[in-house]
């Protein structure tokens, strides 16, 4: 609990990221088992390329958290490829560990 604290009050420190962005990484992080999920149907709705690359990083985030990394890596690539620069940050995390 206190470190998805800390992470959601470091993101809203962060104005590098819009209000969309933090909303879809907060419910990555509170709601891991589910996101994906719904981050899908976001997309299949007729999300616009910027709103699928950031639900695809979303996606992401919540696989890490699950501790799928394969597909972490996966989400986060299809999240760079639409155009989303920050998931190369989160390509190069994985890579590390």
Do not use: W
């Amino acid at each position: 609990m206190g470190r998805l604290f800390l992470t959601l009050l470091l993101l809203a420190g962060c104005t590098s990221y819009s209000a969309f962005e933090r909303k879809v990484i907060e419910r990555a992080y509170s709601e891991p088992a589910t996101a994906p999920e719904y981050f899908m149907h976001q997309i299949e709705s007729g999300a616009t390329v910027y709103e699928q690359a950031v639900y695809m990083y979303g996606t992401g985030l919540a696989h890490e958290k699950l501790g799928n990394k394969a597909e972490a890596f996966d989400d986060y690539l299809s999240a760079e490829a639409l155009g989303y620069n920050k998931a190369a940050e989160a390509l190069e995390r994985l890579k590390t560990k």
